[in-house]
């Protein structure tokens, strides 16, 4: 056995070996044991690792090990995207450093002034917030940084996407230049790398795991379903698969919300998370969730970092995630410390390839399961339901109970008081009505892959009229709506009349500027897909667009409008973070409003030139030239 193959047999102080066993911390992660030596040598870390791999003991030991006992002034400061992560670090490193008499001080948005003031003035010497917090005391001038030793990084790409480079570097700007720096990430971004090498001198690089890796304990599953099938599907997995303690990750807010009012129709002990939810909302669901007073938590990507919850045996995706990054985070949310968990993703036929190559670049394996139906829910629920009534009861309780049903089978007839106790019981009446028939894609090999990108055509209607080997043979098109045929009008390649988009506007639609164009690769049917796959709204809610070379125009319907600036606005474009704005009317900016766009349905407008635009010939008579006279022969 290696020297640090145990805690107990680490270099550490007493009193930090007592409190690992006292909280049960017996055999470390290679990820702690690869950066204890080099972090207790003085030097620089820059460590790539999972989530769930243990990072937070990985430089809390160390540094808790390299500071003198007792308050003083701060010496180490660790910096954290979210307020959740930075609360969970600083109760671990406070319990780890109780016996040293090692306090620490939380900053992060959220938390009280007064309270944040008073820990730091009692000789806080580690202090662990986020980095708009930090840059508010450093302002104030109620955090001083003269005598910081060491900085910690941790989670560094997240806090680089999330817009705090600025924070960052007044933070940096305000440390000595004599200091270990360390920065642990799950990623190592170009931009994560950049920073680590304007601020890190000589730094021991360590990996563990790849660039983007899952624990093996974690069984990926998807369940390929239509779009607007996949609550159903999900509420038929979840009474099947009785997950112990769950995440489900939505796009939007507003998904969230009504996803998990669904779920709480349905029985389940459900709650939802996201940034709109008040902080101190947030703590009370986030400490329900922590003590199973809630088994499931549906939650945005956002809202979700830096939840760390023991014990999380599914992560539920109700759609494909954008990039392999967001999917190896969310799913880093169960497997943790040797434990296994299951990652499910409900797949939509459009995003069968994007979720193909998603897997291909994680260099993960997965398992396709069929979607279970309402009569298998109901099976499932009714085995459940006779299993805990037919345990055995003992006691001298349950003895009076046995007495008292002899007593009532002996005066009623025995269908007749079952039937009567289950009607009774709510257990029975969701075990006979639970579950729903969800309608399926057809097996990917007996579909067309050009129709496998869009669900919304009739496949069995193109597959037999494309068969037909004699164009005239083919049946007369049926009679659909323009706006089902064609999807949303691209207006760059030939709007209205041949009016600008400026001129016109679609009733009961706001137009909105994306800021990302042609130049960076942004074509009508990418920007369809971004939008519908992105906000999870349909396509016909989406009205005329025009995409220019930086930056584009589109219409999406009113009622979609919060969902759809909630959704884009987390999303990145080939490495660039998107920003969706709302633009208002030329009225509201004293100019003339566009007139409002003719009905989908309308005839269009007749084309400059059309034969009913000419001017009518000129009479026949007087005006009219005499025609010259045939010439005549010699």
Known sequence: MEPLDRFETWPLKPELLAGLAAQKYEVPTPVQKEAL?????????????????????????????????????????????????????????????????????????????????????HGARIVVGTPGRLSDHLARGTLTLSSCKMLVLDEGD????????????????????QRQTWLFSATMTPEARQLAER?????????????????????????????????????????????????????????????????????????????????????????????RELRMLVATDVAARGIDVRGISHVFNLGVPQNPETY?????RTGR??????????????????????????????????????????????????????????????????????????????????????????????????????PVPRPRAERSDRFDRNDRFDRNDRNDRNDRNDRNDRAPRPERDRADRRGPPDVDAGDRGGRKLSEWREPGMQRMHLNVGRSQGLVPARLVALLCNGAGIQSSALGAFAIHAHFTFFDVRIQETERVLDAVN????????????????????????????????????RARGAANDRPPPPPRGGDRPARKPPRRGP
């Open 328 to 332: 190896i985070h969310r799913v880093g």
């Open 337 to 438: 410390a040797g434990a296994t968990g299951t990652a499910v993703t409900f797949v939509p036929p459009a995003d069968g390839s994007r979720w193909r190559r998603l897997m291909s670049a994680a260099r993960l394996r997965y398992e396709q399961r069929p979607v279970p139906q309402g009569d298998e829910v109901r099976t499932v629920l009714r085995k459940a339901w006779r299993d805990a009534l037919s345990s055995p009861m003992v006691g001298e309780e349950d003895a009076r109970l046995r007495t008292f049903a002899g007593l009532l089978l002996a005066e009623l007839e025995p269908l007749e008081l079952v039937t009567a106790l289950l009607h009774r019981d709510a257990g029975a009446a969701a075990a006979l009505d639970a579950g729903a028939d969800v």
């Open 199 to 291: 601020f890190q001198r000589d730094a021991v690089e360590i990996r563990s795991g790849g660039q983007m890796e899952s624990a093996p304990e974690i069984t990926h599953v998807i369940y390929e379903v239509f779009r607007e099938h996949r609550e159903d599907a999900l509420v038929n997995v979840l009474h099947v698969e009785q997950p112990s303690l769950a995440i489900v990750f939505c796009h939007t807010k507003a998904e969230s919300e009504s996803l998990a009012h669904r779920l709480q129709r349905e029985g389940f002990d459900a709650a939802f998370l996201n940034g709109d939810l008040p902080q101190t909302a947030r703590t009370r669901t986030l400490n329900a969730f922590r003590r």
């Open 158 to 177: 997240e806090m680089l996407d999330m817009g705090f480079a600025d924070e960052l570097d007044r933070l940096l700007e305000a440390l000595p230049a």
């Open 37 to 121: 030596a080099p972090a207790l040598e003085g030097r620089d870390l820059r460590v790539q690792s999972r989530t769930g791999s243990g990072k937070t003991l990985a430089f809390g030991l160390p540094l808790l090990q390299r500071l003198e006992p007792g308050p003083g002034r701060v010496e180490a400061v660790v910096v954290l995207p979210t307020r959740e992560l930075a609360q969970q670090v600083a109760t671990v490193l406070a319990r780890l450093g109780q016996p040293l008499r090692i306090s620490v001080a939380v900053l992060s948005g959220g938390g009280s002034y007064r309270e944040q003031f008073a820990a730091l003035h």
């Open 570 to 605: 987390t999303l990145a474009w080939d490495g660039r973070r998107l920003k969706a704005t709302l633009v208002p009317d030329r009225a509201e900016q004293g100019g003339e409003a566009p007139r409002e766009m003719p009905p989908r349905d309308a005839p269009p407008p």
